[in-house]
């Protein structure tokens, strides 16, 4: 139990274009997601949490813009990157909470790549 | 501000032996406490957890110990094998908080034969 899946896994995109990155909870409902980037030898940064149904909040310096958010429903958050430049290449993960624990579960993560 | 701290980037353990790995946190709202284990371009995954209610939860080779006056958590595997050999991450969240959680730097663990 408690699976959270991730799509692409690895993608590669030229600068200017943007890139959608899916999150979802495979064998239960989540109400909120998280979104975290790691660069190489450095810890998870939180950059977001998800709700669904309603607005996503955001870490201070995270851009909303940049980093645009949907939950959509209870088992998929989105993450698109807007217009990537090459600073945005980074590993990009989510997370979901198991309903009526405080333990996150997190997907594999994504390799964004931007040229 | 790193409000959770592991001060040990790596740590080198033989087969068999046991693993202590530590961490450290600052804000005193933190209530719930969480180990993760991370390979290379994967996911972390959720190893075990503790309350701030109790001092210490086991489960298999895995247990944690928090220390809530010091502010300092522990993780010991025992015995140790070669497949823990991964970057283990201490978490931690407030009661309040959304359940975000803030992430210490990791400890790299190699297992020797």
């Known amino acids: 139990g408690a699976v959270v899946s991730q799509h692409p896994s690895w993608v590669i995109c030229k600068s200017g274009t943007s890139v959608k990155i899916e999150c979802r909870s495979l064998d239960f409902q989540a109400t909120t997601m998280f979104w975290y980037r790691q660069f190489p030898k450095q810890s998870l940064m939180l950059m977001a949490t998800s709700n669904e149904g309603s607005k996503a909040t955001y870490e201070q310096g995270v851009e909303k813009d940049k980093f645009l958010i949907n939950h959509a429903s209870l088992t998929l958050s989105t993450l698109t990157v807007t217009s990537a430049h090459p600073e945005d290449s980074s590993f990009y993960i989510c997370?979901?909470?198991?309903?009526?624990?405080?333990?996150?579960?997190f997907g594999p993560g994504t390799r964004l790549t931007v040229l | 501000d790193q409000q959770v701290k592991q001060n040990s980037p790596s740590l080198s353990v033989q087969e068999g032996r046991i693993s202590i790995l530590n961490c450290d946190y600052t804000n005193s709202m933190f209530d719930y406490f969480l180990w993760y284990k991370k390979y290379p371009a994967e996911g972390p995954t959720f190893l075990i957890s503790?309350?701030?209610?109790?001092d210490k939860n086991e489960d298999g080779r895995f247990t944690v110990f928090l220390n809530k006056s010091a502010k300092h958590l522990s993780l010991h595997i025992v015995p140790s094998q070669p497949g823990d050999s991964a970057v283990y991450f201490c978490?931690?969240?407030?009661?309040?908080?959304?359940?975000?959680?803030?992430f210490g730097t990791g400890t790299q663990l190699k297992v020797e034969l």
């Open positions: 997370s979901a909470n198991l309903q009526s624990t405080d333990t996150q579960y």
């Open positions: 503790i309350s701030s209610i109790k």
């Open positions: 978490a931690a969240s407030a009661q309040g908080g959304g359940n975000k959680l803030t």
